[in-house]
């Protein structure tokens, strides 16, 4: 039996990228804090993370890595048998990793990464890159046999203040070394060592459909502390909304509450050149156009049982409620002035117009005063 350290590797976490780091203090030790008192450490960033959003494949991975070697931007570190890293799974006969310089995540983020990725990386590291712009290039590989952390841990690199408990946003402390113990002879079963659930593409066929929505999730993780008071709850029920898109729950309820904050967000385009209200024109003529048919059953029903007192039918208020749906009545009582705190007589007044509206919009001709009208106006 051999007793082994599990260490994990502090995160920089910034809108799509996760990156773990290291700190090289020398050619045979390390660190996982940094400690400035204690002499330079230079900070290094896991190959494996800064390839994950490229689209470049695991297996292509070495050769890219050679090649950046070869300039002193990568190097293989070779851990003692006696360090595991919690989420990296890597063989034991071969306990190596390999990692960039701060030089090195700029040369490929440039080289591969989105003008959006990049400006989050010139924004966080560029303290680093100007206080480590004079090291020497990389050997091609260290052996790591000692690690050298302090009992208090420090700041961590990678952001110009570190903002804690923000979604999307953290620098992830890392945990205690757990001291375990396993045989000599166990092997980990596969040589998988960027295990993010995300972070590498050929792990599922389909993650390309899904890496443009986790950039923008990622992107509004970094965005919700500059959020306003007034604006969370609308961001909450937008986001209650996407989940139950998701999970197949989404009801009327949902949508109604959600577009009516949309709508209300702002003051909106005046009347005559508003895009939004064309919009919801075209789509609520739309839905009323197909409803023709069930309307036109409605009233025709309606005549047949009213057939002998066509002259006495009911009032206009009674008529439009029992013929035509909710939302035409509410869509034009609101445009003509009568909301429901509108005064009784004023509604009563207009309802006959009301009514004579939705005759003509559904084609359906129900009152005396509706069908001379028509026949006066399809004579001229």
Not at 12 to 32: A, D, H, K, M
Not at 169 to 194: F, R, W
């Amino acid at each position: 039996m051999s007793d082994v350290t599990y260490l994990t590797l502090p995160t920089w976490i910034g809108g799509s990228l996760n990156i773990r780091f290291i700190y090289l203090v020398n050619s045979t030790s390390f660190r996982l804090t940094e400690c400035p008192y204690k002499g330079p450490a230079i900070p290094l960033y896991l190959g494996a993370d800064l390839f994950s959003n490229t689209g470049i494949r695991t297996e292509n991975h070495p050769r890219h890595h050679a090649k950046f070697a070869k300039k002193g931007l990568a190097t293989k570190l070779h851990f003692s048998s006696v360090y595991r890293f919690h989420g990296l799974k890597v063989p034991t006969s071969n306990n190596s990793l390999w990692f960039y310089s701060v030089q090195g995540l700029f040369r490929i983020a440039f080289e591969f990464y989105s003008k959006q990725d990049q400006l989050s990386l010139l924004e966080n590291f560029q303290d680093i890159w100007k206080s480590h712009i004079n090291d020497d290039p990389l050997q091609k590989g260290y052996t790591f046999s000692q690690q050298l952390d302090l009992t208090v841990i420090g700041k961590e690199p990678g952001t110009k203040q570190s903002r804690i408990n923000e979604p999307g946003s953290d620098i992830l402390k890392p945990l205690e070394a757990v001291h375990t113990s396993m045989e000599a002879g166990d092997n980990s079963e596969d040589h998988n060592y960027c295990s993010h659930p995300y972070q590498c593409p050929e792990t599922h066929p389909n993650l390309d459909l899904f890496f443009p929505s986790q950039k923008q999730i990622h992107r509004l993780g970094d965005k919700l502390p500059q959020i306003q008071p007034g604006q969370l709850k609308t961001v909450g029920l937008l986001l209650d909304l996407i989940d139950s898109y998701i999970t197949d729950n989404l009801n009327e309820h949902n949508v109604t509450e959600a577009v009516m904050v949309l709508l209300q967000a702002k003051q909106w385009d005046e009347v005559y050149s508003s895009c939004l209200l064309s919009c919801i024109g075209r789509w609520l003529g739309q839905q009323f156009h197909k409803a023709n048919s069930s309307i036109s059953q409605k009233v025709e029903g309606f005549k047949l049982h009213h057939i002998d007192r066509i002259n006495d039918l009911p009032p206009a208020e009674e008529l439009t409620q029992e013929l035509f749906p909710e939302a035409m009545r509410s869509l034009l009582l609101h445009w003509m002035g009568l909301s429901e705190e509108a005064s009784v007589d004023k509604r009563h007044s207009e309802c006959p117009i009301l009514l004579l509206i939705l005759e003509f919009a559904n084609h359906n001709l129900i009152t005396g005063v509706a069908h001379v009208l028509y026949s006066s106006l399809i004579y001229k």
